[in-house]
């Protein structure tokens, strides 16, 4: 399996446009996980979700952000308008669904917001 | 509430030096512990964990943790450090069946040579 894949690796942007992140998941992991990843504030949980459905948003900051998975194999995280402090790393990952199952990341967005 | 706490922000050592990082949680229930590495710019990887049974659990290059419940601990354990172990140590709590992990805020490890 190739893991879990995220895109873009790295994105630039501007303060006040729209950014998308990107993760597919393992095949047949039933859970999917975003993080985000700050010198500040360390690692963070935004939100994950359990076969498609989102189970717990309650790190999600504010509205500016949001978060999808229409099916198994895809979800996105949207930041609009994206802001200079929105700038981390964003980590997407996944896991089976028994109790003690392996949590696997993917290689991380580093975002910059200018 | 339900929390992990990871003693040591950062830990500098010698090469050959042994290592402990600690690691402590708030949790009342049944518990799968686990220890993550983030080398310098890469993504967090697992080093290892516990689920049930042998509370000295072995993970990849070396590494071991020991579970003891009286003390709601986890602590991260290398006889001897090398530079390439110079990274950032995440403990994670696992809980029930469909809860996310609960992460530390982490240590960053360095060795120097």
């Known amino acids: 399996d190739a893991g879990v894949i995220q895109s873009p690796r790295h994105e630039v942007t501007e303060m006040g446009q729209e950014v998308t992140l990107r993760c597919k998941p393992i095949?047949?992991?039933?859970?999917l996980f975003w993080y985000r990843q700050t010198m500040m504030r360390g690692l963070e949980l935004l939100i994950y979700f359990n076969n498609n459905v989102p189970i717990d948003d309650s790190g999600m900051p504010e509205d500016r952000f949001s978060a999808k998975m229409p099916n198994a194999s895809f979800s996105t995280l949207k930041i609009q308008p994206s802001e200079p402090r929105d700038s981390a790393v964003y980590f997407c990952?996944?896991?089976?669904?028994?109790?003690?199952?392996?949590?696997?990341f993917g290689p991380g967005t580093r975002l910059t917001v200018l | 509430a339900q929390s992990v706490s990871q003693h040591n922000h950062h830990v500098i050592l010698s090469e050959a030096a042994s290592l402990e990082l600690g690691c402590n949680y708030s949790?009342?229930?049944?518990?799968?512990l686990f220890w993550y590495v983030q080398y310098p710019g890469q993504h967090l990887q697992l080093l290892l964990k516990?689920?049930?049974?042998?509370?000295l659990v072995k993970g990849i290059k070396g590494f071991e943790a020991e579970f003891i419940k009286s003390k709601f601990s986890f602590n991260l354990r290398k006889p001897s450090v090398q530079w390439s172990d110079t990274a950032e140590y995440f403990c994670a709590l696992g809980r029930q069946a469909g809860t996310a992990l609960i992460f530390g805020k982490g240590t960053t490890l360095s060795v120097s040579s």
């Open positions: 516990y689920f049930s049974g042998d509370p």
């Open positions: 095949s047949g992991h039933d859970y």
């Open positions: 949790y009342g229930g049944t518990v799968n």
């Open positions: 990952a996944s896991r089976a669904g028994g109790r003690g199952d392996t949590q696997y």
